[in-house]
């Protein structure tokens, strides 16, 4: 069983950058890759950044390569997800999630645990 808090969101202004953390229980983190999803009103959600449990491999949706960048430590039990240059369109519930797989994935329906999702709002 992994419980994934999430923290970091907030109100920014377009342009600017924010850190998420999500930290993690359980003593299987270092064996789950993890991913971040963002949901926005009245939209599904959809997949931002994964990584696989070592670290190595990392994947990004198109809308955001080049300006995000995640990143874990398997020592702190977190994983982090650093936003830069924000856009209006990344407004979003940001949800951390991990998968038993090691392997790195961009498809929701393959993770297994899930955290309760922090607000980013990127006014203009």
């Known amino acids: 069983q992994v419980q994934l808090v999430e923290s970091g969101g907030g109100l920014v202004q377009a342009g600017d950058s924010l850190s998420l953390s999500c930290a993690a229980s359980?003593?299987?983190?270092?064996?789950?890759?993890m991913g971040w999803f963002r949901q926005a009103p009245g939209k599904e959600r959809e997949f931002v950044a994964t990584?696989?449990?070592?670290?190595?491999?990392?994947y990004y949706a198109d809308s955001v390569k080049g300006r995000f960048t995640i990143s874990r430590s398997n020592t702190l039990n977190m994983a982090y997800l650093q936003m830069n240059n924000l856009k209006l369109e990344d407004t979003a519930v940001y949800y951390c999630?991990?998968?038993?797989?090691?392997?790195?994935?961009?498809?929701?329906?393959?993770?297994?645990?899930w955290g309760q999702g922090t607000q980013v709002t990127v006014s203009s």
């Open positions: 999630a991990a998968r038993a797989g090691g392997d790195a994935s961009s498809l929701k329906y393959s993770y297994d645990y």
């Open positions: 990584i696989s449990r070592s670290g190595i491999t990392t």
């Open positions: 359980g003593r299987t983190f270092s064996n789950n890759a």
